[in-house]
């Protein structure tokens, strides 16, 4: 029954986000107040069925999980008895359907926070208030819009409440690569982070077909930073997940899938620098819609190369053309939307007064440029995934663009970028005498010189060897961190016990994140050191100054899992022996073994350690696997990261930034003085 209701439930979600959609888009919506009231109504009443609707299906869906409930072919392909629960709840957004279940859970939630967020004041006067309630009218109908073809994905195409009769009796269980901590919230943050995009592209959209008030940019600065606070976590998550889960080691591969979820992340990361100069200069109009309306089209098209099957990668799981088809349609139906009303009404979304032209030595000529930068490092990653996916569509022959190609165009742009933020707090809007600016660096100067001549030797010293790159990042992360914090302390002193404003401390703490997040990624590039061995019990390994020793193998049994359990000691001078633990799991219903990797994690370093494959004779075609003999050597890949758990921490400092910042980011004063919030009457009527 669990089934058919919650088909039902979708098809109630379905037909309210048409209401929804339709309330705000049908013509004649501002003809009367009355007129207006009764859309507004009517599209907050809709709006109630589809959460309803969405949050039904997906609380039916978890029961049947967590029961179980093997007439379902969703369930059946994605659980198992000995699953544990909270796997079982996991495994809801495990496969595709549930997936996609999720994402327009996540829909409905930011509608929801859309609807709250753009109520107009009740002491507005009466034009601004219906203004405003237009707008935001028309907003949610996009949203709307956005959610019938989402909905309609999921019940022609992806539906998880198909029946199987008569139902099972067992389930195939999990994929074995997200039985695992990091997977249960890895997902969700993510498509947290993707579906928030829809909110600015939503209010893109209603601006330029009908007009906005003039601080819509404000209104829209939450949304962003929200969204990528979710993002960010999502992708520190899942490539913590990877590091330690996958036993390769690294942070970063960059496999098509992960860059699906960078490149909207960096057109959010534009788009928030791009609505400061909107809002506080009214510079950069065209930039604010095109990044609104693209970090969208970049979250579609993140969430077809997951789904669609037409890449082969850990992190996808579908495989059916009519899926890759319907998100292409509505990939391209986004992209026209966007690219036709911007071509069309681009006026719309300038501002009403703009401030004087801005000088080169100004906040607003640093912030284009790290719009530049953000831009080009996305439009290269964008590049280097689809190229080879294009190439292969067209017959040419398949290509593979990987590390070397990425790390050759990602290096200059991060450095470029770490370069502007030096002095980007300390300048102001619209123009910066040049001998102010040299007074406000001084002490940042002077921690600069400084970390030139510590830096070489503290490298020498814990390294044996200076390389010129890795160098340069640091003293840059240097920089970033040291002007970051004068210009906090400055800003305190002079401000004399006010508040310090959530604002600039969300740009302080994100800041940080990205000097932490650079040293990490310098020293791990620069300085991190990998091998594989072949060890036998009792043998060692060398590695840096510490020595590493497999001591004995073992087979144990888990939930519903098989492993075997290699021991090791790791002996450094100076430190007493530590144990490690490192296994090789195969799961019920998976012949795919995994790995669990054995990780000696320290402030400034980690010591990885993964067990490979037994080194056996090999078996001829049909032969059945020799038991496990605890004598046999194993291939071991045995690397030391320095400085890694900096790379992921500077990613969470990122985001917890955008979290201090959001709740006030909408609070803030237009920049234009005298410009207010009137609204574009004409527009809207």
């Known amino acids: 029954m669990n089934g058919e209701l919650g088909h039902l439930l979708l098809i109630v979600a379905w037909v309210a986000a048409g209401v929804q959609a339709l309330a705000g888009l049908w013509p004649g919506a501002q003809a009367s107040a009355a007129a207006a009231a009764g859309r507004i109504r009517l599209q907050a009443m809709a709006l109630g069925w589809q959460a309803i609707g969405v949050l039904g299906a997906f609380g039916l869906l978890a029961a049947a999980f967590?029961?179980?409930?093997?007439?379902?072919?969703?369930?059946?392909?994605?659980?198992?008895?000995?699953?544990?629960?909270?796997?079982?709840?996991?495994?809801?957004?495990?496969?595709?359907?549930?997936?996609?279940?999720?994402?327009?859970?996540?829909?409905?939630?930011?509608?929801?926070?859309?609807?709250?967020a753009l109520r107009p004041a009740a002491d507005l006067p009466a034009a601004e208030h219906a203004a405003r309630a237009l707008w935001r009218l028309r907003v949610l109908a996009v949203l709307g819009g956005v959610a019938l073809a989402m909905l309609a994905f999921v019940l022609f195409t992806s539906n998880p409440f198909v029946r199987l009769l008569p139902a099972a009796l067992e389930g195939r269980s999990l994929n074995p690569l997200l039985q695992d901590p990091g997977l249960v919230l890895h997902p969700p943050l993510l498509y947290l982070g993707y579906v928030g995009t829809a909110v600015p592209f939503a209010m893109a959209v209603a601006t330029l077909a009908w007009g906005a008030p003039a601080d819509w940019p404000s209104r829209s600065r939450p949304f962003v930073a929200w969204a990528m606070a979710a993002l960010s976590a999502g992708i520190a998550l899942g490539s913590w997940w990877a590091y330690y889960e996958l036993g390769w080691g690294g942070w970063w591969f960059w496999d098509p899938v992960e860059n699906a979820s960078l490149m909207p992340w960096l057109a959010q990361a534009a788009l928030l620098h791009t609505l400061a100069v909107r809002e506080r200069r009214g510079g950069l109009p065209h930039w604010t819609g095109v990044l609104a309306l693209g970090g969208f089209v970049l979250a579609l098209l993140g969430t077809f190369l997951v789904r669609s099957g037409v890449l082969t990668s850990v992190h996808a799981f579908a495989a059916d053309p009519r899926r890759g088809s319907f998100m292409l349609a509505l990939i391209a139906a986004a992209l026209l939307l966007s690219l036709g009303l911007w071509g069309r009404h681009a006026a719309r979304l300038q501002?009403?007064?703009?401030?004087?032209?801005?000088?080169?030595?100004?906040?607003?000529?640093?912030?284009?440029?790290?719009?530049?930068?953000?831009?080009?490092?996305?439009?290269?990653?964008?590049?280097?995934?689809?190229?080879?996916?294009?190439?292969?569509?067209?017959?040419?022959?398949?290509?593979?663009?990987?590390?070397?190609?990425?790390?050759?165009?990602?290096?200059?742009?991060?450095?470029?970028l770490a370069l502007l933020l030096v002095p980007a707090p300390w300048l102001g809007w619209g123009a910066t005498a040049p001998a102010l600016l040299r007074r406000r660096l001084r002490p940042t100067a002077w921690a600069l010189a400084a970390a030139a001549l510590a830096l070489p030797a503290a490298l020498l010293a814990t390294q044996g060897r200076v390389q010129a790159l890795t160098l340069l990042a640091l003293w840059l992360a240097v920089g970033v961190a040291a002007g970051t914090l004068d210009w906090m302390r400055q800003r305190r002193?002079?401000?004399?016990?006010?508040?310090?404003?959530?604002?600039?401390?969300?740009?302080?703490?994100?800041?940080?994140?990205?000097?932490?997040?650079?040293?990490?990624?310098?020293?791990?590039?620069?300085?991190?050191?990998?091998?594989?061995?072949?060890?036998?019990?009792?043998?060692?390994?060398?590695?840096?100054?510490?020595?590493?020793?497999?001591?004995?193998?073992?087979?144990?049994?888990?939930?519903?899992w098989q492993a075997v359990v290699g021991q090791f000691t790791l002996a450094c001078p100076g430190e007493a022996p530590r144990p490690l633990r490192s296994e090789k799991r195969v799961y019920v219903g998976s012949a795919m073994p995994m790995s669990e990797s054995a990780i000696d994690a320290g402030f400034t370093r980690d010591l990885y350690v993964a067990l490979g494959e037994p080194l056996t004779a090999p078996r001829r075609p049909g032969e059945a696997a020799p038991a496990f003999d605890p004598q046999v050597a194993w291939s071991v890949r045995v690397q030391v990261k320095p400085f890694i758990r900096w790379?992921?921490?500077?990613?969470?400092?990122?985001?917890?930034?955008?979290?201090?910042?959001?709740?006030?980011?909408?609070?803030?004063?237009?920049?234009?003085?005298?410009?207010?919030?009137?609204?574009?009457?004409?527009?809207?009527?």
């Open 351 to 416: 501002p009403a007064r703009q401030g004087a032209a801005a000088g080169w030595l100004s906040r607003d000529t640093a912030l284009l440029g790290v719009n530049l930068g953000l831009a080009v490092a996305c439009g290269s990653v964008l590049l280097g995934t689809l190229y080879p996916l294009a190439m292969d569509a067209l017959g040419l022959g398949k290509l593979s663009v990987g590390a070397p190609y990425f790390d050759v165009v990602m290096a200059p742009l991060l450095l470029a």
């Open 647 to 685: 790379v992921w921490a500077g990613v969470l400092l990122m985001a917890l930034g955008c979290v201090v910042a959001a709740p006030g980011l909408a609070r803030r004063r237009p920049v234009a003085a005298g410009e207010g919030v009137q609204p574009a009457l004409n527009s809207l009527s």
């Open 493 to 560: 002193a002079a401000r004399r016990g006010q508040p310090f404003g959530r604002g600039p401390a969300g740009m302080v703490v994100a800041h940080l994140g990205v000097a932490v997040f650079t040293v990490g990624v310098a020293m791990v590039k620069g300085y991190g050191v990998e091998r594989d061995a072949s060890l036998a019990p009792g043998q060692s390994v060398p590695l840096a100054d510490c020595r590493l020793q497999l001591d004995r193998l073992g087979s144990e049994p888990g939930p519903n």
């Open 66 to 116: 967590v029961g179980h409930d093997f007439s379902l072919v969703y369930v059946v392909q994605h659980s198992h008895v000995q699953l544990p629960w909270a796997y079982r709840v996991a495994a809801v957004w495990g496969g595709h359907e549930g997936s996609m279940l999720l994402w327009t859970l996540m829909l409905t939630g930011w509608s929801v926070a859309a609807a709250w």
